[in-house]
């Protein structure tokens, strides 16, 4: 079980391409959690099956199914900083 474990990922590199916009934040996120955490893998995978076109589809949506649901089936902490990084709108 995750309770008590911090996981990190790191994504936003000022000035390099995709790594600067916020176009490809939660996919990106979303695979580093799964890489990191086999819980998390597994509801992440589901999301993905479930809908096909995940990467196509608004951030909200994939913040929903690729983040926000699947860590909030495991007890896992995430920190995020990175609104100074970022060059794209998240809406």
């Known amino acids: 079980m995750l ?5 990190r990922c790191k994504f936003f590199t000022r000035g390099a391409g995709d790594l ?6 939660f996919t990106s996120l979303a ?8 819980e998390v ?14 990467s196509q589809m608004g951030l ?8 926000l649901e699947p ?3 495991v007890k896992v902490w995430a920190e995020a ?8 709108k998240f809406s």
């Open 81 to 88: 900083d990175f609104a100074s990084r970022c060059t794209g």
């Open 20 to 25: 600067a916009s916020s176009s490809k934040l």
């Open 41 to 54: 893998r597994r509801y992440v995978c589901e999301a993905v099956v479930n809908n096909t076109g995940i």
């Open 60 to 67: 909200e949506y994939q913040w929903r199914l690729l983040i």
């Open 71 to 73: 860590l909030s089936r």
């Open 31 to 38: 695979k580093q959690l799964a890489d990191k955490e086999l």
């Open 3 to 7: 309770q008590g474990r911090t996981t």
